[in-house]
């Protein structure tokens, strides 16, 4: 799911703004549940590094975006 997101929902590996109203939630609610996988995904093996990895780098990206 992780992959998908970098896929289809950032630009240059930052999450891609969702305008105003309810659907600007969506942007937030998105990197909190990164944030989750990124230091609470189980596992060891290739797939869950990997996955962890991904998922931090689109927060790390998406906060150093946001900042600037």
């Avoid at 969702?18 to 596992?43: K, M, N, T």
Wanted: aromatic fraction near 4%.
């Amino acid at each position: 799911m992780v992959s998908a997101v970098e896929t289809h929902l950032t630009r240059d590996g930052v999450l891609t703004g969702h305008r105003g109203g309810d659907s600007g939630l969506f942007s937030g609610i998105l990197a909190r549940y990164l944030a989750l996988v990124a230091v609470e995904l189980p596992g060891d093996d290739a797939a869950a590094t990997a996955t962890r990895s991904t998922a931090a780098e689109l927060i790390a990206r998406s906060a150093d975006a946001a900042w600037a």
